[in-house]
């Protein structure tokens, strides 16, 4: 059964820096494309940064340029460095992984992100 754990998430002051991490469990990481997504209060969720076929990654507008995504397949893990954080960056954050070959998503049970003075 494939496990998904964020961590990371936290308080921080506009302007600031945060690291989410993604940890994977139960099956082969490399079979799986990556991504982030995050759900704000009374929103939609949103892609915010994803690994497409091919290993490019995509980000959302609105966070191009202040966020990275990466991943470490020895670690089985997924990370989201956010920089220049701002309030409306507020938000539930999930990690997910997509199957290359049977297209089934999984994902993480999300960590809380919030940007405030």
């Known amino acids: 059964q494939v496990q998904l754990v964020e961590s990371g998430g936290g308080l921080v002051q506009p302007g600031g820096s945060l690291r989410l991490s993604c940890t994977v469990s139960?099956?082969?990481?490399?079979?799986?494309?990556m991504g982030w997504y995050r759900q704000a209060p009374g929103k939609q969720r949103e892609s915010v940064a994803r690994?497409?076929?091919?290993?490019?990654?995509e980000y959302a507008d609105s966070v191009k340029g202040r966020f990275t995504i990466s991943r470490d397949n020895a670690k089985n893990s997924v990370y989201l460095q956010m920089n220049s954080l701002k309030p409306e960056d507020t938000a539930a954050y999930y990690c997910?992984?997509?199957?290359?070959?049977?297209?089934?998503?999984?994902w993480g049970p999300g960590t809380q992100v919030t940007v405030s003075s």
């Open positions: 997910y992984a997509k199957h290359r070959f049977t297209g089934i998503d999984y």
């Open positions: 139960g099956s082969m990481f490399e079979l799986y494309r």
């Open positions: 690994f497409r076929t091919g290993g490019d990654m």
